[in-house]
């Protein structure tokens, strides 16, 4: 039976009396059927639609419309609405249902002026249909990014505890693409089952774009996802923690992504003080990255960024990659700035556990990086390269192919390197020859322990004006515990046991005392 008048005199009635609550309990299991072309936008204002008791559902109906504005969409929310709640529902879209723009979900506001928004514990569903047909947003909050005539903004929205599983491709999980300030997407469970056909993918588990701010994405669980399965582009003041995040395998996409892109908001502004923590994250090719998505002259670089706490297993690529640019040359009218990576544990078989391209002042300290061919990458070539101040400090890496530490290309950078421990791999610390001139302006390598390397376990020979290297130990490497050659260095006290090679400190107006080759 079709339910659709029922609904929208039920939805007309609580619209006139500025409110109420309208129970979608169904008797013996049933559903209703709600053709979506009548789903007109409407103010929900003060209304709540829910199922008290908990049995049927909402069938919502394929129909022969002539655009694909209305398929799919249950609840569609006028501008200015108001304290609305929609909650508790089981929601099941037909197999033919589909959007084809970016502004219709299965509930929905194209319009601004939203406040006190609730969509609790709904299952919104689709019929199974094949990765190669287009399927239907769940949550979507869209504004037109590039419409800079609307400015009208969101607040105080909450999604939580829903299930969401949808078939098709080009679709959303959860979409904020409206400027919204203070929201919680929380305990949500998203899996979208277009994401292993790189011809026909869905977008993200989760967005938060627009300048959004002030948002609480935590404990959902996240599966697949053409695109990275939680991205910030661009949003500020974000907290992304606890969630459980899977199968992102597309090539230039991750688990967890922050990111400037312009299309994704207004130009003003870029992603900045967010915290990334205490995530698991699985099978993703990167595990987070932070990036200046289509850099150019006048794209913003992502600031103040937290990274800590997170399990990051099976990557494909690497494990944290920060960069601007992953190819050709870059263009640094603004850098990626101020990144932290502290207290992760990554685990992988392939790529880099920590890589960071183009940044500067960064940290990283006390990770855990087991596995990867390569340990900790900082810089890439003569144009992508790290510069400013630079702390790697307390970290540990095993079952390494390659390097534990490599600093492959940097521009003045103030680099510390102290109390980290590098175990197996060709070196445990490589700064070769072919940095760039002046790449280094000061080096402090302090404290640290290296283990069977196969070949070193200390090369150090950077273009650097002053350097103390103090302290350090190397044990049982393939040939010397330490080949170091920098201008004006100080070489203190570092130990070398059981390398077969003797150790060399050399260059210009260097100082060697208290070193010791056992």
């Known amino acids: 039976v079709d339910s659709t008048s029922a609904w929208n005199t039920a939805l007309d009635a609580l619209e006139t009396a500025g409110g109420g609550t309208l129970d979608m309990s169904c008797a013996d299991g049933l559903r209703f059927n709600i053709t979506p072309e009548t789903a007109t936008e409407r103010n929900y204002t003060n209304i709540t639609i829910t199922n008290i008791a908990g049995t049927g559902g909402v069938f919502v109906k394929d129909t022969t419309a002539t655009t694909s504005q209305g398929r799919g969409v249950l609840v569609k929310m006028d501008a200015d609405t108001t304290n609305f709640e929609i909650s508790k529902l089981d929601i099941l879209v037909s197999s033919g249902a589909f959007r084809s723009n970016f502004e219709t979900g299965v509930i929905c506001s194209v319009d601004g002026g939203l406040d006190n928004i609730r969509i609790l514990n709904n299952t919104i569903k689709n019929e199974s249909k094949l990765d190669t047909v287009l399927g239907v947003d769940g949550i979507t909050i869209f504004r037109d990014t590039s419409n800079d005539a609307d400015v009208a903004t969101n607040s105080n929205i909450t999604i939580e505890g829903n299930i969401i599983e949808l078939y098709g491709n080009s679709i959303y999980g959860i979409q904020l693409t409206r400027e919204t300030d203070v929201g919680y997407i929380n305990k949500n469970n998203i899996t979208l089952h277009a994401w292993d056909n790189f011809s026909a993918q869905a977008f993200n588990c989760i967005a938060v774009y627009d300048n959004s701010s002030n948002i609480r994405v935590t404990n959902n669980t996240v599966f697949g996802g053409g695109h990275s399965a939680i991205a910030l582009s661009p949003s500020y003041n974000i907290l992304v923690s606890g969630n459980q995040v899977s199968n992102v395998i597309n090539p230039v996409e991750a688990g967890i992504e922050v990111e400037y ?39 913003l670089a992502p600031y103040r960024v937290l990274i800590q706490g997170n399990n990051i297993s099976n990557t494909l690529t690497t494990g944290i990659i920060v960069a601007s640019e992953i190819a050709s040359s870059p263009d640094f009218t603004s850098r990626i700035q101020d990144v932290n990576i502290d207290n992760n544990i990554l685990n992988g078989t392939a790529g880099s556990g920590i890589r960071i391209y183009d ?19 900082l810089g890439r070539d003569a144009s992508i390269k790290i510069t400013g101040d630079f702390i790697i400090d307390g970290n540990y890496t095993r079952d390494i192919t390659n390097r534990g530490l490599w600093v492959e290309s940097g521009e003045d950078v103030n680099m510390t390197v102290i109390g980290n421990k590098f175990y197996d791999g060709t070196y445990g610390v490589f700064m070769g020859v072919n940095i760039d001139p002046n790449s280094i302006s000061t080096l402090q390598m302090i404290g640290n322990f290296v283990k069977d390397a196969s070949v070193d376990g200390f090369y150090l020979r950077p273009s650097t004006d002053a350097g103390v290297i ?33 150790d060399s400190f050399s260059g210009a107006g260097n100082v060697a005392t208290g070193n010791k080759d056992l």
């Not at 207004?266 to 967010?274: G, P, V």
């Not at 990255?289 to 794209?299: G, K, L, M, N, P």
């Not at 940044?359 to 990458?377: H, M, P, Q, W, Y």
Request: proline share 1%; net charge negative.
């Open 261 to 299: 892109k312009l299309s994704h908001g207004r130009a003003t502004d870029t992603s900045h003080d967010i915290i990334i923590r205490d995530n698991f994250i699985n099978n993703c090719n990167y595990g987070v990255w932070v990036t200046e998505r289509d850099e150019d002259a006048t794209t």
């Open 359 to 377: 940044a500067k002042d960064c940290s990283v300290t006390n990770n855990r990086v087991l596995g990867f061919v390569e340990g900790i990458v």
């Open 470 to 502: 103090l302290g350090n130990t190397a044990l049982n490497c393939g040939a010397q515990g330490y080949d170091i050659a920098l201008s004006n260095g100080l070489y203190t006290n570092n130990v070398s046991i059981g390398c077969p090679t003797a």
